[in-house]
C-alpha cells in the first residue's frame, strides 16, 4: 500500500543535541512537508520542498534543517538551536501543482527533550 | 497570511445526535480546503477535499459544504457514533500550502 513511513515513532533528545526525524513516501509525489503540532494549537509548517534538491521555509523554519536528496525521503533535522523542540512532528506530500489531490499524512514522530 | 479558525473547540454529544463543525478563513484566495481527522496520538487522516470551485461534498455519513465569498466551511456528520470521536482538523489550500486551525474535539457518548 502506497503511504508516508515516519520514524522513530518516539525520540528524546537530550540538551544540546541534534536529532534526525525520517519521512518516507511510496506515492510518487513531488511535495513533501514538515508540520509541528503543538497542544491547543494548529498544524504550523516549518518547511517544504516542491521537488527534489529544493525546499523553502515554512512559518517556524528557525532551529530546523532539512535535505531533499531523493523524491521519497525529506528528513527534518532539530538542532540544538530550537528551544523548544517537545512537539509533535508531522510529514505530509502531496502531487506537485494538482489541487484536486489532497495532501497525504504520516503518522507522527512525538519529540520530547529530556 | 491565512488565518483559520475552527469553533467551538470542544463538543460533546449523545450518540445518534448529528454534529455540525464549523471552520473559517480570512483568505478567500483557496485552490481548496480539506478536512481531515485525528486520534488521539495519531497522525492525520483525510476525510473530506473540496476544490475551490464545489459548493459541498459528500463521503458516507459525511458532507462538507465551502462557501468561499464568506470564508466559510461547514462539515455535517450524520447520526453520530461512539467511533466519531476524535478531533476534526479543517485546512485551506493556499499557494500549494496548508493552514490549519486548531481543531474540533469531539465526544460522542455512548
Known amino acids: 500500500d502506497g503511504g508516508i513511513t515516519q520514524s522513530p515513532k518516539y525520540l528524546f533528545r537530550k540538551e544540546g543535541q541534534n536529532v534526525t526525524l525520517s519521512c518516507e513516501q511510496n506515492l510518487n509525489h513531488d511535495a513533501m512537508y514538515w508540520y509541528r503540532q503543538d497542544p491547543g494549537q494548529g498544524l504550523r509548517l516549518i518547511y517544504y520542498s516542491q521537488i527534489v534538491n529544493d525546499f523553502q521555509k515554512g512559518d517556524i523554519a528557525e532551529g530546523y534543517s532539512v535535505s531533499r536528496e531523493k523524491k521519497e525521503s525529506f528528513p527534518l533535522t532539530v538542532t540544538s538551536a530550537q528551544k523548544n523542540p517537545t512537539a509533535f512532528y508531522l510529514c505530509?506530500?502531496?502531487?506537485?501543482?494538482?489541487?484536486?489531490?489532497?495532501?497525504?499524512f504520516g503518522s507522527g514522530t512525538r519529540l520530547t527533550v529530556v | 497570511k491565512q488565518e483559520v479558525t475552527q469553533i467551538p473547540a470542544a463538543l460533546s454529544v449523545p450518540e445518534g445526535e448529528n454534529l455540525v463543525l464549523n471552520c473559517s478563513f480570512t483568505d478567500s484566495a483557496i485552490y481548496n480546503l480539506q478536512w481531515f481527522r485525528q486520534d488521539p496520538g495519531k497522525g492525520l487522516t483525510s476525510l473530506l477535499l473540496i476544490q475551490s470551485s464545489q459548493r459541498e461534498q459528500t463521503s458516507g455519513r459525511l458532507n462538507a459544504s465551502l462557501d468561499k465569498s464568506s470564508g466559510r466551511s461547514t462539515l455535517y456528520i450524520a447520526a453520530s457514533q461512539p467511533g466519531d470521536s476524535a478531533t476534526y482538523l479543517c485546512a485551506a489550500n493556499n499557494d500549494y500550502k496548508l493552514s490549519f486551525g486548531a481543531g474540533t474535539t469531539v465526544t460522542v457518548r455512548a
Open positions: 505530509a506530500s502531496s502531487p506537485r501543482g494538482q489541487v484536486d489531490y489532497g495532501y497525504t
